[in-house]
């Protein structure tokens, strides 16, 4: 399998272009990706925003705060990085193997899909040895679908849950709550 | 015990990682086509990147705490009583430290809860140094009233975040140390005034110092009544932390002024100019 990154130097932030192809290598070869990788890093802001394009190459559009070490601002970490790409190749390959054709396009995700699937890739990144704090994601959860006992049950549900489809996804984390549209 | 301790020196253990202000502020990023990108950075739950914001900027209150703590612990020792600081300074100065000390352990308990680590995140120590200065009324200015007054801004907006995220812990925390916060502002305003009363020189000074560290702030486009800021002025709070009309309208304008020219230094920077660059 093949990866990429671009660009290969940069100006505003202190990256490393072979050591993001060599992470992306490995983390790619840990979530089951069997096709070409290609990272495109948006240096230019601070945001953590990935874009994922699928096609016979999975293309991720990745803002430079998704890769940044949060002790040493404009420096990369390989933890975030690793995190950040696991987190796209899983939600990649979930499109990628059938069971989540339902699922809107990534633009359309509600904030509450959004914090449902990431929720779904912590759980799987964590059982695969990545480094995951599993109380951020537990309180983003709670962000989106309130702060009950009832949500963190369900939470518990998602994080422990393996080869869910869409369908499945949405039933564990269904509630109440009010969908909260994205902005 | 010696006195007049340098922020170099603060006793920190390795999870911790500082930076100096102008590592913090010299990121063209923050602002690079910030208007085409965003139609406001202020933190409100509706972004999709809120609770890990609301994570950094809690972390940012944190060592904030640990600072304050420290710099109104050593106003009350590096002064000698009643020839350079009155008794009742240095008392509000305890009770200050007191508070501070709260504040502290409800920030590490609060980001517990948020998922965060402890030095999770670049420590800027930009408010001990402003807690460095030989003259108790310097530091009253640019810690308590300009600070401080900053983190009457930050409390307001982390409360108004928690209470429209429906997080009871962190809108409940953030008023009662908001509260607190406006006492050590007040404490700043008050004793700014009774100590300069027949020394308009010192006065000048002061508020000089204050306004120097005001315009840090600002300048990273931080604090202002824009939109374009994560966090806005909270306008009420500093009258009741006795701050007048006029003062409260000159952060407004010099907040707004020193955005631009924020966005004018990541102009240059987009541009090639290697000054922009901290390392
Ligand atoms: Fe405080
Ligand atoms: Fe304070």
Redesign the interface.
């Known amino acids: 399998m093949t990866v990429t990154v671009t660009p290969e130097e940069f100006?505003?932030?202190?990256f490393d272009a072979a050591q993001t192809a060599r992470i992306a290598d490995d983390v790619a070869r840990l979530t089951g990706i069997d096709r070409p990788v290609q990272v495109e890093i948006d240096?230019?802001?601070?945001?953590?925003?990935v874009r994922i394009d699928l096609g016979d190459t999975i293309v991720l559009h990745v803002e430079?705060g998704a890769f940044e070490d949060?002790?040493?601002?404009?420096h990369q970490s390989e933890t975030a990085t690793a995190a950040s790409l696991a987190r796209c190749l899983l939600k990649a390959r979930d499109r990628l193997e059938g069971g989540f054709g339902e699922a809107p396009t990534d633009d359309d995700l509600t904030?509450q899909q959004?914090a449902a699937w990431d929720t779904y890739c912590a759980g799987r990144m964590a059982r695969l040895g990545l480094t995951v704090?599993?109380?951020?994601?537990?309180?983003?959860f709670?962000?989106r679908f309130?702060?009950t006992d009832q949500v963190d049950t369900r939470f518990e549900r998602v994080w422990a849950a393996d080869a869910l489809t869409w369908g499945e996804l949405q039933s564990l984390t269904s509630g109440e709550s009010m969908v909260?549209d994205?902005? | 015990m010696r006195k007049f301790f340098p922020v170099e020196e603060l006793a920190r253990d390795q999870r911790f990682?500082q930076?100096t202000m102008r590592?913090?502020q010299a990121?063209?990023?923050?602002v690079?086509?910030a208007e085409s990108?965003n139609?406001t950075n202020r933190l409100t739950?509706?972004?999709?990147?809120?609770?890990?914001r609301a994570?950094?900027l809690m972390h940012g209150i944190f060592v904030g705490e640990i600072q304050a703590l420290e710099g109104a612990g050593r106003t009350c020792w590096d002064f000698e009583t009643g020839t350079e600081a009155p008794f009742a300074l240095k008392l509000d100065m305890a009770r200050q430290a007191w508070d501070e000390a709260r504040h502290v352990e409800i920030s590490v308990k609060l980001s517990?809860?948020?998922?965060?680590?402890i030095?999770?995140?670049?420590e800027n120590t930009v408010l001990f140094e402003a807690a460095c200065s030989n003259d108790p009324v310097l530091r009253l200015a640019g810690v308590n009233r300009a600070l401080e007054g900053l983190a009457i801004d930050v409390f307001t907006t982390m409360k108004e975040f928690g209470d429209l995220?429906?997080?009871?812990f962190l809108e409940f925390c953030e008023d009662w140390m908001l509260a607190d916060e406006v006492t050590h502002v007040k404490m700043g305003s008050d004793w700014l005034r009774r100590i300069t009363e027949n020394d308009a020189e010192r006065r000048k000074k002061a508020l000089e110092f204050q306004q120097v560290v005001d315009k840090l702030f600002s300048f990273g486009g931080t604090r202002s009544d824009s939109k374009e800021s994560p966090i806005g002025l909270a306008r009420r709070f500093r009258e009741l932390a006795g701050f007048t009309d006029t003062e409260v309208e000159d952060i407004a304008e010099m907040s707004l002024k020193a955005l631009e020219e924020r966005k004018a230094f990541a102009a240059a920077?987009?541009a090639?100019d290697t000054t922009a660059d901290?390392?």
């Open positions: 100006r505003f932030v202190h240096e230019t802001t601070p945001l953590s925003r430079s949060t002790k040493r601002p404009r904030l959004a704090n599993q109380q951020r994601f537990r309180y983003n709670r962000n309130g702060f909260v994205a902005p | 990682e930076i590592q913090a990121d063209p990023r923050t690079l086509n990108r139609k739950p509706d972004r999709a990147d809120a609770s890990d994570r950094g517990d809860w948020m998922g965060t680590e030095g999770q995140f670049a995220a429906g997080d009871p920077a987009l090639g901290p390392a």
